[in-house]
């Protein structure tokens, strides 16, 4: 089982280290549960609380943390990041050998690295490629022409269709689908006409796709998701959409056709979000949002509600709403006493 020392941890990390240099860590645990052998982290004033009371060997803790109990620590500017970092030493993925299983099947043209490896009852495609150290696992569907770059990582039954583009380091979980048609269709007066979607997807480098996401293919031209984006589950990103670099999007959230989202912005769950709408780059959206139709979300200020607006805006029309049964109450008073007045 993996192990790093104190020091260690702080060099890894890039921090400082306090206390027993030399101690032994195994594991990376939850601050409540953590034991003398398990390292936590400490990110913000409630786990500082829970901290004094952890039995964990080493703490990940910010620069200004106060270490009054003399504890065994590492400062560090960011401890989630740095804990992530620790848990791919001390929680490695459990190794996966190359290969392809008796049962997939594979086309003639197809062309895989030596060292990838494909799962049991897999398909792969006519004149699909599958690069160095990619792994397809068992009941993926690779249709044709799709290319998949290196040490890809493709989680059981992902259906990627054909034409598709997937670059490297990319990682997709299980049941998604990548490249179905997208929603089009036009109305001729007496019935709905498929409007072939001919274009492709494109998925650039370092990006990780949620469970059960869809991402549909373009009309004409690429869906494309942009280098670093993370995709959380249950996810729809619908035809035409350009996602930027580094954009996170959290699960349940859809989005319409040709929506266009800049780099570094965020993205709540459950946000619908219409036609050609645009999320300029690092603009927060709020859980639960709704922007409307070719709507402009600015950077800046976050959004929230339906329609989407500023926070600050959408908070007090929320304050407002709550007061409107004492409102109503005292009209209700102010009419009782004027029909007196007029009687009288």
């Avoid at 020091?7 to 206390?19: M, N, Q, S």
């Avoid at 068992?138 to 992902?158: P, R, S, T």
């Avoid at 300029?280 to 976050?302: C, F, H, M, N, Q």
Wanted: net charge neutral.
């Amino acid at each position: 089982m993996p192990a790093l020392t104190v020091a260690g941890i702080a060099e890894l990390c890039g921090g400082e280290a306090e206390g027993e240099l030399d101690r032994e860590i195994r594991s990376v645990n939850a601050l409540a549960d953590a034991t003398e052998l398990e390292l936590s982290f400490v990110n913000n004033r409630k786990a500082a609380v829970i901290a004094q009371r952890s039995r964990a060997g080493c703490l990940l803790v910010p620069l200004n943390f106060s270490n009054s109990e003399r504890r065994t620590i590492v400062r560090v500017v960011d401890p989630r990041v740095a804990a992530a970092l620790v848990i791919r030493v001390l929680h490695p993925p459990r190794p996966i050998g190359s290969g392809v299983h008796p049962s997939a099947s594979i086309a003639l043209s197809a062309k895989l690295a030596p060292d990838c490896a494909v799962g049991a009852n897999a398909v792969i495609g006519e004149f699909a490629q599958i690069g160095a150290g990619s792994i397809i696992s068992a009941g993926c569907v690779i249709q044709d022409d799709v290319i998949i770059g290196e040490c890809c990582f493709l989680h059981a039954n992902v259906t990627v269709y054909a034409g598709v583009r997937i670059a490297n380091r990319v990682a997709l979980h299980s049941g998604c689908i990548i490249g179905a048609d997208g929603f089009g269709f036009a109305f001729n007066g007496k019935y709905y006409e498929k409007f072939p979607q001919i274009g492709g997807v494109l998925i650039e480098d370092d990006v990780e796709i949620g469970a059960n996401t869809c991402i549909d293919r373009a009309a004409f031209g690429v869906t494309r998701i942009g280098r670093g984006t993370k995709i959380d589950n249950m996810v729809h990103i619908a035809h035409n959409c350009d996602i930027g670099k580094h954009v996170v999007i959290a699960a349940q959230t859809g989005f319409s056709g040709a929506v266009k989202v800049g780099d570094y912005a965020v993205v709540g769950g459950q946000v619908g979000v219409g036609d050609k709408a645009t999320i300029e780059s690092r603009a927060i959206v709020g859980s639960g949002s709704g922007i409307l139709t070719s709507k402009i979300v600015r950077a800046g200020e976050p959004v929230w509600g339906t329609p989407a607006r500023p926070l600050r805006q959408h908070l007090e029309q929320l304050a407002s709403a709550a007061k409107t049964p004492q409102v109503l109450k005292e009209l209700k008073s102010l009419r009782e006493r004027v029909e007196k007045l007029e009687k009288s």
